[in-house]
């Protein structure tokens, strides 16, 4: 078993970025599917959020730039 696991990563990690993130989504989704959850209405919600958060610096809000939210998430050590 653990050689087919190795063979099976090694072909894996010859893959592309892209390709290699499908395929962890994919295996992860595996592990615990949710059948409650529907892609639909979480892509109709993301899209809610999407034109809220754009409303939002469409009105001038302040926004927080990135680099600041990096070292708030993972401390000075960020940088």
Do not use: K, N
Not at 46 to 53: G, L, M, P, Y
């Amino acid at each position: 078993m653990a050689s087919t696991l190795d063979a099976v990563l090694g072909e894996a990690m010859a893959m592309s970025d892209r390709d290699r993130a499908d395929l962890a989504a994919r295996l992860i989704a595996s592990l615990d599917p949710d059948p409650a959850i529907d892609p639909d209405e979480v892509e109709a919600a993301w899209a809610v959020e999407i034109d809220d958060r754009l409303s939002r610096v469409d009105a001038g809000e302040p926004t927080i730039e990135w680099s600041v939210v990096r070292r708030q998430l993972l401390g000075d050590a960020a940088g």
